[in-house]
């Protein structure tokens, strides 16, 4: 079964940082475009941060400078970089895949828009 799995969220005081890791699981052939998302309380989901397969990156201006994603495709994980942090930065991270396609030669499974359980990050003014 495919899946993601984060790791990484915290407490930290404004200005620290942290690492966020994503990590899809299954018998995984190929993914997509990997990204980061996250979801403060009474507000909507937003766009974090995005990377494709071939290394292509874009970010939300709240983070621009500030974090950086990246990914190894060996592994498939995803990671977030998160430098300078501030207080409204505190949300639920979420890991999404858009396109994961899993199996072996015989059989695959294309598995669309799949999110992980997500991490909270926390940051003390």
């Known amino acids: 079964q495919v899946q993601l799995v984060e790791s990484g969220g915290g407490l930290v005081q404004a200005g620290g940082s942290l690492r966020l890791s994503c990590a899809a699981s299954?018998?995984?052939?190929?993914?997509?475009?990997m990204g980061w998302y996250r979801q403060a309380p009474g507000k909507q989901r937003e766009l974090v941060a995005t990377?494709?397969?071939?290394?292509?990156?874009n970010y939300a201006d709240s983070v621009k400078g500030r974090f950086t994603i990246s990914r190894d495709n060996a592994k498939n994980t995803v990671y977030l970089q998160m430098n300078t942090l501030k207080p409204e930065d505190t949300a639920v991270y979420y890991c999404?895949?858009?396109?994961?396609?899993?199996?072996?030669?015989?059989?695959?499974?294309?598995?669309?828009?799949?999110w992980g359980q997500g991490t909270q990050v926390t940051v003390s003014s």
């Open positions: 299954g018998r995984i052939l190929s993914i997509n475009t």
């Open positions: 999404n895949a858009d396109r994961i396609v899993a199996g072996s030669t015989i059989y695959k499974e294309t598995r669309v828009n799949i």
């Open positions: 990377i494709t397969s071939g290394g292509v990156t």
